[in-house]
């Protein structure tokens, strides 16, 4: 595959030549997608039992409706990327690391979510950014560089300077910026700007989150909300993306669908926001002429990204907030340590 070049666009011409030669071994080598669940059942069993304090029917039935999350599939049916469900498994095991106070795993957790897909980094920015002790944020760093390092020595040594390189930066190429047309193409942004925007902006806006964050740290200690938050960080990533396909909207409709669940009841902008992503991505991308003919993909990315966003920051705004400044008294220096389990640890 090396003679491909390092993108992964070369990566998947190599698959599909290597398809070609193994037509029987194709299906079975995909199935091996499938073994990313693992880590999303383990990531989710792992948040609810901060939120749950027992096991009952409704973890169950949480398992199993997040099994069927249209988005999640997407990851495997569009271009499989199986590491986009093993990164989302791997964040939410962070996530609940984090409600226990375990910022070491916190920060390993995190690492090995960001070396499967990069996406990841913008949890663990808001993770660090939202700790308030120097111990807290250095056992945080220490896990998310010792895990980092186990992985990417070793490929250094094996594959050259280039591994950390790619590890860092990823592997993709924005070639297909002018053919989706996103709402940065409609912005009248060139292809370079396009991909800063899409790079930079949305680490910018992470920030941007966690200082208001660290100004309501009571927002950190409901479930409700810091599942929110989680979910705001990586709706980020689709407001000012420059290319736009329907897997890169699960990891935010994920977390959304599992606030749902610990709330205890389905709400109408979740089914209409999948209602339209299955209609965007799934009925109208697999026509040839999507791209040409169709409902532009800014379109998509405006109505569906507009109101998911929306929906996400609903429990955020002071009205909707069970919790608020008035209500509780926080103290700083032991916030860290008393985040606990709701309902006891």
């Known amino acids: 595959m090396a003679s491909y070049g390092p993108s992964c666009g070369g990566a998947l011409l190599a698959l599909q030549h290597w398809s070609k030669a193994n037509p ?24 609810l039992r901060t939120i749950w304090t027992t096991p009952t029917r409704r973890e169950i039935l949480a398992l199993f409706t997040i099994a069927l999350v249209p988005t999640m599939w997407n990851s495997l049916i569009t271009f499989f990327h199986p590491q986009d469900i093993m990164a989302m498994g791997l964040t939410l095991g962070a996530v609940a690391a984090y409600r226990r106070g375990q910022y070491l795993w916190t920060g390993a957790l995190l690492g090995f979510a960001f070396l499967s897909q990069s996406m990841s980094f913008l949890v663990a ?99 409700l909300t810091l599942l929110s938050l989680i979910a705001l960080c990586f709706a980020w990533r689709l407001v000012f993306e420059e290319n736009m396909w329907g897997y890169y909207m699960m990891p935010a409709s994920f977390v959304v669908v599992l606030r749902d669940l610990v709330n205890k009841r389905w709400t109408l902008p979740t089914v209409l926001f999948f209602l339209g992503d299955v209609l965007a991505f799934d009925v109208y991308h697999r026509r040839p002429d999507f791209f040409e003919n169709n409902i532009p993909v800014a379109f998509w990315q405006v109505t569906l990204v507009g109101l998911l966003v929306w929906w996400i920051v609903q429990p955020l705004r002071p009205a909707r907030a069970g919790l608020n400044e008035h209500s509780m008294v926080v103290n700083e220096d032991n916030f860290e340590t008393t985040l606990g389990v709701e309902g006891g640890t």
């Open 24 to 47: 029987v071994t194709l299906p079975h080598s995909l199935s091996c997608g499938y073994l990313a669940w693992f880590a999303v059942l383990l990531g989710v069993r792992s948040l």
């Open 125 to 223: 920015l808001f993770l660090f950014l939202v700790l308030t002790s120097f111990e807290s944020r250095l056992r945080f760093v220490l896990g998310f560089v010792a895990t980092f390092a186990a992985v990417v020595v070793p490929l250094s040594i094996l594959a050259g300077p280039n591994a950390v390189r790619n590890s860092l930066l990823g592997t993709g190429v924005g070639n297909s910026y002018l053919r989706i047309k996103s709402l940065l193409y409609y912005l009248q942004f060139s292809s370079g700007a396009a991909t800063f925007t899409a790079r930079v902006l949305p680490l910018v806006a992470v920030v941007a989150t966690s200082l208001w964050v660290r100004r309501r740290p009571w927002l950190l200690q409901d479930s």
